[in-house]
C-alpha cells in the first residue's frame, strides 16, 4: 500500500514566506481559502535544533485546520517526505508584480 502524500505549501505570511508539510490540502467550503490538515514536523532526534522550524512546531502545535486565503499562497508541491519547515523574510520581488489583493486595513479618519 502506497504512504499519503506529503505536501510543502509556501505562502506569505505577514510579511513572511511561510514553508510547511502537510499530508492534506484543498480547496475549502469558505469561498477564497486553502485548508491545510495533519501538519508535518521533521523528527526531533536531531542534535541541531532549527529555530524557523521550532517556531513553526509552536505556532501550528494545537491547530488541527487551518485556512490559508488563495491570495497568499506561493506554491505546492507534492514530495516524497517532509523537509524542514522554514520562515523566511520577503526580500525584494526583481521584476515579479504581486498579484494584488484588498488592503484590509482599516482607516481611522473615515467618519463611518
Not at 514530495?79 to 481611522?108: D, H, M, Q, R, W
Request: glycine share 6%.
Amino acid at each position: 500500500m502506497a504512504s499519503a502524500p506529503i505536501y510543502k505549501i509556501m505562502f506569505l505570511n505577514q510579511g513572511e514566506m511561510y514553508e510547511i508539510y502537510a499530508r492534506q490540502v484543498y480547496q475549502s467550503d469558505l469561498w477564497g481559502f486553502l485548508e491545510v490538515e495533519e501538519f508535518v514536523f521533521g523528527e526531533r532526534s536531531q542534535m541541531i535544533v532549527d529555530p524557523a522550524e521550532e517556531k513553526l512546531k509552536t505556532e501550528f502545535a494545537s491547530v488541527k485546520r487551518s485556512f490559508i486565503p488563495l491570495h497568499a499562497v506561493v506554491r505546492i508541491d507534492e514530495v516524497e517526505k517532509e523537509g524542514a519547515c522554514k520562515v523566511s523574510e520577503v526580500k525584494g520581488t526583481g521584476n515579479i508584480t504581486p498579484f494584488p489583493y484588498p488592503n484590509l486595513v482599516p482607516n481611522p479618519n473615515k467618519g463611518d
